[in-house]
């Protein structure tokens, strides 16, 4: 079973930016799509953005397009989403996961990394 760590959260002012990280133990990595989700408590996960085994195509939802960039290192098995200009209802936990398309591939996810961001 696919293990995800994701890590790079943290606090930040809005218009700040942070880098979040997402290790991923599956041996077939460089093989497959990989997105970013997050979470608000009381809301279902909210897929962000998604890039495919090669990195060559990349898909956001519209809220973060322009200011999110996700990419990805498969000789080390980690994907990266870099955000700018964040803004308060950013605020969420984000999770990584291998997708198809917009959508998980397992229903499993790890612990996520909670980005705060203050107005």
């Known amino acids: 079973q696919v293990q995800l760590v994701e890590s790079g959260g943290g606090l930040v002012q809005g218009g700040g930016s942070l880098r979040l990280s997402c290790a991923v133990s599956?041996?077939?990595?460089?093989?497959?799509?990989m997105g970013w989700f997050r979470q608000t408590p009381g809301k279902e996960r909210e897929f962000i953005a998604a890039i495919s085994w090669s990195g060559g195509s990349t898909s956001y939802v519209d809220s973060a397009k322009g200011r999110f960039t996700i990419s990805r290192d498969n000789a080390k098995n980690m994907v990266y989403l870099q955000m700018n200009s964040l803004k308060p209802e950013d605020t969420a936990v984000y999770y990584c996961?291998?997708?198809?398309?917009?959508?998980?591939?397992?229903?499993?996810w790890g612990q996520g990394t909670q980005v705060t961001v203050s107005s």
């Open positions: 599956e041996r077939t990595f460089s093989t497959i799509a």
């Open positions: 996961a291998p997708v198809r398309g917009k959508v998980p591939l397992y229903d499993s």
